[in-house]
């Protein structure tokens, strides 16, 4: 017979053994347990919080990473998509469309460790999952795969040598900018209105009238969030159609508008996404806290109109983290000074974000809509109706709070409410989710083509309003 004490020697280990599996097993500690010297050196200087795994580029890894669609068919399905919303990690879970309205899908970035959990709430909730991906880093591959860049002969003519077809990096961005503003003569400047945390350029250019301040002025951003490359690359296109003399729509704004184009209003974060983490949202400041680790502050939530309400978050962590206080940021303090410096002529106030295809309104920190909502709806459905017509992709409009969601702090909110522009939107530009973020470089230009023809739909919409209160005004003066 086993004595007890020769039991407790052998079963003892054996326990031991079994509970550092189990430990080992979780997702926090798996996920940290074996890592390149690479990321240990990320983790020993604090560069990067939450930590992540990466691949043999030190770029974040997706590989497992899956993009699940749902759609919630009762109000309770809605409360418990907004409850998760709200309790979420976003290392974990990450809603790229989030809960707004029954019927209306909600998308949501699964981490490998966290499907199974996820895939028995929802059953659990009587609710279907679609996976559109199962593998997001198989579309972030793929993305940079096919990436066409002409790294051969630079003395080449630089028109042939950028390729509006394919996404760019800060400095090739830049480098385009320069070589417009070289060749443009007297059509077009550039100027550097401030830099970002990181000491990176924050690069406009001006195109058109630019010294009759008769011209109503039209201002296009783009890039405010990191991971939207769809914006860049459309505001690029814009550009250089505007600058093109033999292209019918781009003469024909250039006419009637004075341009301010601000292609990347993140250069920092956008950076990121190309070297480290492509789904990066915020841009890369770091808190005056030196406790607080995680960096970033969602630009679109910093301006000072609102700031802080609904829709917003205090928590740095967060993707919809808005600063510190408002301003803080000095990507949106460079951009508010100089649309300030304009906004005595500014006729149109235009930010150009992914995804969902919607042409939305103020207000967004609250239901409430504008006063002049008539008008601004009436402007935007014409848009809408000119990139339907282009390639038949449809565009909703409406105010963003009542569309999508309740968003304090953003950029055209106070554009319209502080500034004073009357004439302001932000467009969600393609796709409708498919893709969502890591839209494939190939619908660049379709993409880019059917917004320059709700441009010009909107600027000859706006120059109608205009003659038209005119013309009331003049009548009461008489």
């Known amino acids: 017979m086993v004595g007890p004490f020769f039991l407790d020697l052998f079963l003892l280990p054996l326990l031991l053994f079994l509970l550092l ?17 690479k990321e240990r050196a990320i983790d020993d200087s604090d560069e990067e919080w939450p930590r992540f795994d990466v691949d043999e580029n030190g770029r974040k890894d997706y590989r497992g990473h899956a993009l699940i669609r749902i759609t919630p068919r009762q109000q309770r399905h809605l409360q418990m998509l907004s409850d998760l919303v709200d309790k979420s990690d976003e290392n974990e879970v990450t809603f790229w469309q989030k809960p707004t309205a029954i019927k209306k899908n909600v998308d949501i970035l699964v981490s490998p460790e966290t499907k199974g959990y996820l895939s028995a709430l929802m059953t659990a909730n009587g609710l279907e999952i679609d996976v559109v991906t199962d593998d997001l880093q198989s579309l972030v591959d793929e993305e940079r795969r096919t990436r066409s860049v002409d790294d051969g002969d630079k003395t080449k003519d630089h028109a042939k040598i950028f390729n509006l077809s394919t996404y760019h990096t800060y400095d090739e961005i830049m480098s385009h900018l320069d070589y417009l503003n070289s060749t443009c003569n007297s059509s077009c400047s550039t100027q550097v209105i401030g830099k970002s945390y990181e000491d990176r350029d924050l690069k ?7 010294n009759d301040n008769a011209v109503p002025g039209f201002w296009i951003d783009a890039g405010i969030h990191a991971r939207e490359w769809i914006s860049p690359a459309t505001a690029l296109f814009i550009i250089t159609k505007l600058l093109d003399p033999k292209h019918p729509v781009g003469k024909s704004l250039v006419n009637r508008y004075r341009w301010y184009i601000l292609p990347l209003a993140n250069p920092d974060g956008y950076e990121y996404t190309w070297t480290t983490d492509r789904l990066w949202r915020k841009n890369r400041s770091r808190h005056p806290d030196p406790t607080v680790k995680c960096r970033g502050v969602d630009p679109n939530r910093n301006w000072d109109f609102h700031w802080g309400g609904k829709g917003t978050s205090s928590r740095p962590c967060t993707e919809n983290f808005s600063g510190w206080q408002p301003f803080s940021e000095p990507e949106t303090r460079a951009m508010a000074d100089y649309i300030l410096s304009i906004s005595d002529t500014l006729a149109v106030y235009l930010s150009l974000h992914s995804y969902g295809q919607f042409i939305l309104t103020p207000w967004g920190y609250t239901t409430k809509i504008p006063e002049d909502f008539k008008d601004l709806l009436a402007l935007g459905n014409l848009a809408a109706e000119a990139i339907r017509k282009t390639h038949g992709k449809r565009y909703v409009v409406g105010s963003a709070s009542r569309v999508l969601y309740l968003a304090s702090g953003g950029s055209d909110d106070w554009a319209k409410g502080v500034a004073g522009v009357k004439y302001a939107y932000t467009i969600e530009l393609r796709d409708s989710g498919k893709n969502g973020f890591i839209l494939p470089a190939s619908f660049i230009i379709q993409t880019a083509e059917e917004l320059l023809n709700g441009i010009r739909a909107l600027a000859s919409g706006v120059q109608v309003q205009v003659r038209r209160i005119r013309g009331l005004e003049e009548e009461e003066e008489t």
């Open 204 to 210: 406009l250019i001006k195109i058109g009238r630019l």
């Open 21 to 37: 599996l189990i430990v080992l097993q979780s997702p926090i500690v798996r996920s940290n347990s074996i890592r390149s010297e």
